[in-house]
């Protein structure tokens, strides 16, 4: 079983729809948590950045996290056609732990039409 | 501030081949790590550099093996070139006390 599981997609929606992404772990030692975009052979780009659980908004961005349930989600709101890329969940047990290692979900593909 | 850079952006090589991809970290951040991504796959993490020590190491064998100057940009090594070792190579960088790591846009290796 992997650590960080992701479901691939694709995720197709329409231009202006609310968008849910989601990862479960199974390491509870996790404590901070982040999503990244990336777009067709580029490098990850950092979106969003929690710290335990609880809610964080950025814009038309919103990051859940729940580790409780082990589970995280990413909700993006008036979705837009540049927001079509991969989205990849990370996740770490902190530095003070010894060394920074992000785990990373496969990633989901959303397609956002227009 | 300028981002996390890394050269080449291509690279095509052939089976037992060594070849060498460096990383230039963003302004101000001390610790550099490198991932590796197979096509549909997310990053998997390779090893971490701080204060050009190796501090940390994934599930990569020794030929895999990498340096960090003193002006922290790094280097990433791989010896005898395998097939699968065809991937996106990926640098990030963050600073000491953060937990946020900030990729570079990658070098794509082909392994023929």
């Known amino acids: 079983q992997k650590e960080v599981e992701q479901d691939p997609g694709p995720l197709s929606v329409p231009e202006g729809a609310i968008v849910s992404l989601n990862c479960t772990y199974s390491?509870?030692?996790?404590?901070?948590f982040m999503w990244y975009r990336q777009y067709s052979r580029k490098g990850p780009e950092l979106l969003m950045y929690t710290y335990s659980s609880g809610n964080k908004e950025d814009g038309r961005f919103t990051a859940q996290v729940d580790k409780s349930s082990k589970y995280i989600s990413l909700f993006i709101r008036d979705s837009q056609p540049s927001d079509s890329a991969t989205y990849l969940c990370a996740m770490n047990r902190g530095r003070n732990t010894g060394f920074q290692k992000l785990v990373f979900g496969t990633g989901t593909r959303l397609l956002v039409s227009p | 501030e300028t981002g996390v850079t890394q050269s080449p952006t291509h690279l095509i090589k052939t089976r037992g081949q060594q070849v060498t991809l460096r990383c230039s970290s963003q302004s101000g951040h001390n610790t550099v790590s490198w991932y590796q991504q197979a096509l549909g796959q997310g990053p998997q993490f390779i090893f971490q550099y701080y204060r050009e020590e190796e501090n940390g190491r994934g599930n990569f064998p020794p030929r895999f093996s990498g340096l960090q100057f003193p002006n922290y940009s790094s280097e990433l090594n791989v010896n005898a070139l395998e097939l699968d070792d065809s991937a996106l190579y990926l640098c990030?960088?963050?600073?000491?006390?953060?937990?946020?790591?900030?990729f570079g846009p990658g070098t794509r290796l082909l392994v023929l």
């Open positions: 990030a960088s963050s600073r000491d006390n953060e937990e946020t790591q900030y």
């Open positions: 390491n509870s030692a996790f404590q901070y």
